[in-house]
């Protein structure tokens, strides 16, 4: 509906491309980020109880 009575309103497909590869790209970064986050803090917590 929006293209046929509001066609400037919707997003061309080079825009949505871009769009989905920008989103895929920080998935990809915000997961490596959990991973690398999940594998630290155990280590972090054991060596703070070390020190207790």
Do not use: D, F, H
């Amino acid at each position: 509906m929006i293209t046929r009575y509001g066609p400037e309103l919707a997003a061309t497909a080079s825009q949505i491309n871009r769009l989905t590869a920008t989103l895929e790209e920080v998935a990809v970064k915000v997961t490596l980020l959990i991973a690398l986050s999940s594998k630290v803090a155990p280590l972090e917590s054991a060596s703070a109880a070390g020190k207790a």
